[in-house]
């Protein structure tokens, strides 16, 4: 198992390095960047646009560790027509354009080894401290929607699987269906309508993780103002997850149930509950188990996009959505390394979980 897991933290970073040279090279033929976006702005005659270029040429100007198009100095921007070359030269020193594209990618990718990010193109700030400061959101999000979501759906699945055919298998198949057909942002809006002072009651907040007061509460007062805060966007996040696993965890129980082993072990005498949690649940759980990095990476940095959105809570699903409508390739780059990484990580810890529910896995003898 140990050889198993060095091989695996080996093709991390390989992995990891063709996944960012496949994006970078796409984003290279992508229409529209930073340097586009700020003409753009120049054009609008936006004074602090204008006044910031004309300090960081003064300065020397900063070059980020990500970037776009080669661009070159002359006026092939589209819009760019009237405008000094001086400041155009200006912007590609900025953002670092003035070096060809595999120097960029590959000074990119020397910080990134060293969590370098670099800096925003227009936040001003540096990347890590950006992602750091939305960190909390996503984490409180994706964390506890996946928790509750195997809290209800492992124990549903079990009940359903044993009840099969039965009324409570059916009615419970039926609100499944209904949860699973309807989106997760449009039951956030149903929430908010019902629940947050839309029309009806007005119990929970509309936005942002904790209070303008919050400093001032007390340890549990701050707890209690932070899950209030939860409530309603975690339940939208739970009500279209715990469907579809739900379904699976049920699925994968009565594929074990009606096999031989189970047959043998009623026929001995070995009593229902034995053969469900002590031979049966090991073995479903499985497949359960080999989902949950993919549960937790989509309800942290995408399946939680819009649900942000809707209850103004600024977390890294919006940051990396923002950032790729602006053309901040710095946040862009900086958050899929993240991302990618983290899912590695995740896709390793779960292989290890299987080894750890069911010591007969063995993943060294099954790649001899």
């Given at each position: 198992m140990l050889s198993y897991v060095l091989r695996r933290l080996l093709l991390i970073p390989v992995t990891l390095f063709g996944i960012m040279v496949l994006n970078f090279t796409i984003v290279q033929f992508a229409p529209g960047g930073p340097v586009e976006q700020l003409i753009a702005q120049l054009q609008g005659t936006d004074v602090a646009a204008t006044a910031r270029i004309s300090n960081e040429g003064a300065d020397g100007g900063s070059a980020p560790s990500a970037a776009t198009n080669n661009f070159s100095s002359t006026s092939t921007y589209r819009g760019a027509q009237g405008l000094d070359p001086e400041i155009i030269t200006q912007l590609e020193k900025q953002f670092g354009f003035d070096k060809p594209a595999y120097e960029r990618f590959w000074l990119m990718m020397k910080n990134y080894a060293t969590f370098d990010f670099g800096q925003s193109y227009f936040q001003d700030r540096d990347v890590i401290d950006i992602v750091l400061d939305k960190m909390p959101v996503s984490v409180s999000l994706g964390l506890w929607s996946t928790l509750i979501i195997y809290i209800i759906s492992v124990p549903l699945g079990v009940a359903k699987a044993v009840r099969d055919g039965s009324s409570f298998d059916v009615w419970t198949s039926a609100a499944i269906i209904v949860g699973y057909a309807i989106p997760g942002f449009l039951f956030a809006v149903m929430l908010i309508v019902l629940f947050a002072g839309g029309t009806y009651f007005d119990i929970f907040p509309l936005r942002g993780l904790t209070s303008s007061n919050w400093e001032e509460?007390?340890?549990?007062?701050?707890?209690?103002d932070y899950f209030w805060h939860l409530t309603l966007p975690i339940i939208a996040l739970t009500i279209g997850g715990f469907t579809t696993l739900t379904m699976l965890t049920k699925n994968s129980f009565l594929d074990e149930i009606n096999k031989q082993y189970v047959v043998t072990a009623r026929a001995k005498g070995v009593s229902e509950k034995r053969v469900l949690y002590g031979h049966v649940f090991r073995n479903a759980m499985l497949l359960v188990i080999a989902g949950f990095p993919s549960a937790l990476i989509g309800l942290l940095f995408t399946g939680s996009v819009l649900i942000e959105v809707i209850f103004s809570l600024d977390g890294l699903g919006l940051l990396g959505f923002e950032a790729v409508m602006k053309r901040d390739y710095p946040v862009m780059?900086?958050?899929?390394?993240?991302?990618?990484?983290?899912g590695l990580v995740l896709n390793l810890i779960s292989d290890l979980s299987y080894h750890f529910v069911d010591p007969r896995i063995d993943f060294d003898a099954r790649e001899n």
């Open positions: 509460l007390s340890l549990w007062g701050k707890i209690g780059f900086a958050t899929l390394y993240i991302f990618t990484l983290f």
